[in-house]
């Protein structure tokens, strides 16, 4: 399984960005799939994650009402869609493929994910 990430870039605080992963392997829509976030000097941390079909979502507090995780199946992708940002949201995002894929828990920490694509740098500042 390979997946890989981009859309990143340097936005405004308040704007928008749209993340992207792209899954190639296995059985896309069978995947729970994640979205992480590393800043300098910070431990890896959850933003959202999405199972399968899609029927259930997770978010961290830090991030509800302003980011929106979907997918779409049939292009094997992921989406982050990102508003209101902060500079407090910058750090390398990640995308990631949980180990176990049964039922509609979609895992919230990093260890239970075993894919994980290469980062997008999301910089936010004026």
């Known amino acids: 399984v390979q997946l890989q990430a981009f859309g990143g870039g340097l936005v405004q605080p308040g704007g928008s960005l749209r993340l992207s992963c792209v899954v190639s392997?296995?059985?896309?829509?069978?995947?729970?799939m994640g979205w992480f976030r590393q800043a300098p000097g910070n431990e890896r941390e959850f933003v959202a994650a999405i199972s399968g079909s899609g029927g259930s979502i997770n978010y961290a507090d830090s991030v509800k009402g302003r980011f929106t995780i979907s997918r779409d199946n049939a292009k094997n992708t992921v989406y982050l869609q990102m508003n209101s940002l902060k500079p407090e949201d910058t750090a390398v995002y990640y995308c990631?493929?949980?180990?176990?894929?049964?039922?509609?828990?979609?895992?919230?920490?990093?260890?239970?994910?075993?894919?994980w694509g290469q980062g997008t740098l999301v910089t936010v500042s004026s």
């Open positions: 392997g296995g059985t896309f829509s069978l995947y729970h």
């Open positions: 990631a493929v949980a180990r176990s894929n049964t039922g509609t828990y979609v895992p919230l920490w990093a260890s239970e994910y075993g894919y």
